[in-house]
């Protein structure tokens, strides 16, 4: 990767102890920060999607279609918008990122955080929306495509009637 992107060299990627990650990172320069955090994204997402298959696999599931998308480029002047929200049911905690790219696929923003005593993962991903359309307003008179992976979620933002959810607020 680093043939392609400018990224942390192997020396300064070290585990130092629980907070490794963010003191390594407030030292890194804004792009080298932002190439290292989607790669890591990247891996991440990798690890869910075999572990989900494996447990399809495993439990000997008739066989899934999965339909893999890769990140496509929107129309010059628009900003494309992905954000994903987390949810823990026994702890109530959830968090959620948000990443914000250009028409290359540049991220401009890239922005987390942690949330507690939550209900639900749909409210996370809400509130990843959210942040994404507000943090989105640092760049007045752009238009943004949101891009989420909740469909109930994407099904209440595009419907016309009005919305009888906890989620009213938020959406």
Known sequence: MQNHCELPVDDDIVNSGP?????????????????FLMLIWRVCLNACRESRTQM???AQRKKVRRVEREWSPQEEGKLKINMDGSFILETREAALGVIIRDQEGQPLLTARRQLFHYKSAEEAEALACLDGVRLAGRWPGCDVILESDCASLVSKLQSVEVDKSLLMVVI
């Open 19 to 35: 907070e490794w990650l963010l003191i390594m990172l407030d030292y890194l320069p804004a792009n080298v920060m932002a190439n």
């Open 56 to 58: 399809v696999q495993g």
